[in-house]
């Protein structure tokens, strides 16, 4: 453990210093003739060195019959392969003094090791036995489908108002894959046969649609001899077919009380929002912060500090590839109503629709982006993760270094248009949670 601190620590100490001066992240991109594109980040201020692989393969691509896929593929390509056995993939890099994660989304799956330099071979080895020859047995697809149904129990079914992004989400789309939530179904995957979850394996885990995204202490001649060594013999897989489908207007606002074991009654509004990328993605991403970046923001201080009607109030932004949606939750203090609480933070709203946000407010929260971009990039795992994201859903992956332009040039007025255009009553859905006992009062 010592070890590890240790790793993190100077990685995170260095590029920090680094980015207190403004430099520039240099990086190189280029893609090998089976379509595997790869970024490279060299940087030694740190003997370490962070080896990623992003996949263009979320719940959006998941037949609606089989929900759950992608993410259950997150924890199956940690089985083993051909040449790695069963429980020794984390292995090969927790003895190595590493450390090992993934995550999915509803548009991408993301893994990555974070290696002391020296041990860069086992990073490109262990994510090129993962694209070439992971085993997909059924003995570990019974394994996993145990580790996920645990996951959901802990996160979601005894988690209070754990359900939440579940029940926002079909309601808020209605025709997109977006309607349900990474983590699936758990019927879908009961149900899924060992053939299904090879052909899933097949057709989204092959070079075309990956990025291998490298930051840290190597040497960047050697290590594009490397990276051909292993990747260039997997065969490009078919072209992907990708969901074409454009969600309708919601049509009015949708509202829904859902019973739960909770104690404290909360109300979670989930607004559409701008698709990451474009203009509006910036200014909204801004409006957000204002409404609930931190303990200073509008709906903390109104609802938590002021009112003292809420014992948390928080915002949770997703904006994906083909649409987003913004959603403010508050969790009232006791005694509070769920009704009283959506009044305030209504209020809270239409402030920010109706009247421009004052220019000291308005820098202290470009500041804090300014704060939250630097941190984003204050590992190499960030800055190997930031090039990947950039490429595939800006097909810019320079934007590491220039994105923070784009948020120096929204105005306040910008701010007001987005709020006006969003953050309306028929552009949104609302939740009551509510203890089991009280629901039939409501």
Same mark, same amino acid.
């Given at each position: ?26 990086? /190189? ?34 037949? #609606?019959?089989?929900? +759950? ?28 003094? +590493? ?25 490109? &080895? ?18 996993? %489908? ?12 005894? %988690? ?5 992004? #579940? /029940?926002?989400?079909? %309601? !808020? ?6 309607? &349900?939530?990474?983590? +699936? ?9 060992? /053939? ?49 489908? !454009? ?16 104690? $404290? ?36 201080? #109104? ?25 403010? $939750? ?10 009283? $609480? ?5 209020? !809270? !709203? ?19 982006? #300014? ?10 795992? +960030? ?47 609302? $939740? ?11």
């Amino acid at each position: 453990m010592q070890k590890k601190s240790f790793l993190f620590f100077v990685c995170f100490l260095s590029l920090t210093q680094i980015f207190a001066q403004g430099q520039t992240i240099q990086f /190189e991109k280029y893609t090998l003739p089976n379509g595997l594109k790869v970024i490279l980040h060299e940087d030694h201020s740190a003997p370490v060195v962070a080896v990623t692989a992003l996949y263009h393969v979320g719940s959006k691509n998941e037949d #609606t019959a089989r929900t +759950g896929f992608a993410h259950f593929f997150e924890h199956l390509l940690f089985e083993g392969s051909e040449n790695i056995k069963r429980g020794e993939f984390d292995k090969y890099v927790t003895n190595a003094g +590493g450390v090992l994660n993934a995550n999915t989304s509803q548009d991408r799956t993301f893994y990555y090791e974070l290696l002391p330099s020296n041990q860069l071979d086992l990073g490109l &080895w262990l994510e090129s036995e993962r694209m070439m020859h992971a085993k997909i047995e059924q003995v570990g697809v019974n394994t996993q %489908r145990e580790v996920v149904k645990e996951e959901k129990r802990m996160r979601m079914d005894n %988690r209070p108002y754990g359900s939440f992004l #579940t /029940e926002m989400l079909k %309601r !808020v789309f209605k025709v997109h894959p977006y309607k &349900w939530a990474p983590i +699936g179904s758990m019927e879908h995957l009961n149900a899924a046969k060992l /053939e299904e979850f090879i052909q899933f394996y097949k057709t989204y885990y092959v070079p075309n649609n990956c990025v291998l995204s490298i930051a840290g202490d190597f040497d960047k001649v050697a290590l594009k001899q490397k990276i051909a060594a292993y990747f260039t013999a997997i065969p490009k897989g078919a072209a992907i077919v990708r969901p074409n489908i !454009v969600e309708p207007p919601l049509g009015g606002e949708v509202r829904a009380i859902i019973e739960d074991n909770v104690q $404290l009654e909360g109300v979670f509004q989930a607004y559409r929002a701008p698709k990451q990328g474009g203009e509006e993605y910036y200014a909204f991403n801004v409006l957000s912060t204002i409404l609930s970046g931190g303990e200073s923001s509008r709906m903390n201080k #109104t609802l938590v500090d002021t009112k003292q009607l809420a014992a948390a109030a928080q915002s949770v932004p997703f904006f994906n590839e083909d649409g987003g949606v913004f959603i403010a $939750l508050a969790l009232a203090n006791a005694g509070v109503k769920a009704t009283t $609480l959506e009044i305030s933070m209504d209020s !809270v !709203v239409s402030d920010l629709k109706t009247n421009l946000v004052g220019e000291r407010e308005f820098q202290k929260v470009k500041n804090q982006i #300014t704060t939250e971009l630097v941190a984003s990039k204050g590992t190499m795992a +960030g800055i190997a993760e930031n090039l990947a994201n950039f490429e595939v859903y800006f097909g810019d992956a320079n934007l590491v270094n220039t994105e923070l332009e784009k948020y120096n040039k929204v105005t306040r007025e910008d701010v007001l248009k987005v709020a006006k255009k969003y953050l309306n009553k028929d552009n949104r859905v609302v $939740l009551y949670y509510v203890p089991k006992a009280k629901a039939a009062t409501k």
